[in-house]
C-alpha cells in the first residue's frame, strides 16, 4: 500500500540584512510566522479547553470510561509521531516508532481499545506500527482529536484527513477550527516530548569549579513551528514575551529548538514528568536524568567520587539516545 503522508510546513529561511543585528531579524521573521500561524483560528487559545463528550459515548463497549490523561497524552504525542493519512482519496492513521518502543503502540492499542499493531520492513530497520482501519475507528479517532488539537500544522493535515474521510464515507462532519494550549495541568505536553523531546547530560569543563569540571544537565524539544516551540518555553520557564531566550533555529533542518539548563528551572521541568508520565524509552533516561538532578542538589558534584560517577551516567543517558537513531 503505498501511501502519501500530507505535511503542511513553510520553508521560510531566517533573513539576515547587512548592518541590522541578527536576533532582531530572525525575531521580525518569528512573529511573522506567529501571525501566520494562527491564521485561519475561529477562536483564540486562551479558554479552549479539551472536550471529549463525543468520543464518551462511542468508546468501545469493552471500556468502562475514558481514560482523560491518556487521551490528552495520546493527542500530542499524536502531533508528534502520528500521521494522518491520505492516500488515493482514502484515509489512514497510523503511528510509527523504532521496536525499541513497540511497547508504546501496545500502550495506545489497548488505552483505546481498537487499532492493530504490526511490524513493518522498511529499507534500513524494522519498525513498529499502530494503524486503524474501519469508518467506525476513524470516526472515533476524529472525536478525540476533533478541536483538541494544540498545534497548527497538524490541524491543516487533520482538516485535509477529515475532508477525505467525509468524501470518502459520504459524511458531513465539520471540523472545529480551534487548538487548545497546551499547560502544565494537562498530558499533552508529556506525549508531545515522547515524540519531540530529549533529556541529556555531560560532565564540562569549569575553571571555576575546584575540581575543573561540573555537570551540565539539558532538556529540550524540537518542532518546525515556532509557536509551539515558544508556548512550551512560556509554559516552562514562567515567561512571556516576543524575545528568542531558550529558544534556537537551526538551519540544517528549518526548526526551532527550546532548550533549558537552569538547575532551578529544570526542577519545574522534573515536576511535571513526574506527574505525568512519560510512556516511551525515554523514561529511562528521565530517571537517570533525575538522578543526576539530585546528585547535584545534594551537592555530591562537588566530591571527585560524586562527578565520576554523574559522568558515568550522563554518558548511558547519552548512549540512550545514539541507540534511538
Known sequence: MNKK????????????LKGVNQQETLLSENNYRIENDNKGSSETTCDITYNFDEYSSLIPQ??????????EWFIGFTEGDGSFIVSKDKVYFDITQNLQDIQVLYYIKKELGFGKVMIRSEKHRNVGVFYVSSKENFTRLITIFNGNLSTNYKKEQFRVWLDTYNKQYSMNILLKDRLVKPSLSTGWISGFSDAESSFTGRVKNCWSSKLRRAPHLTFQISQKEFYIIKVLRDIFLSKEGSDLKNINYDKSWDGWVFHCSSFTKLKVIRNYFSRYKLRTRKSLAFKKWCKIHDMVLNKEHLTLEGLNKIDLLTKDINKFYKLKL
Open 62 to 71: 469493552h471500556k468502562k470510561k475514558i481514560n482523560l490523561n491518556f487521551l
Open 5 to 16: 503522508i500530507l505535511c503542511f510546513i513553510t520553508n521560510v529561511e531566517p533573513f539576515v
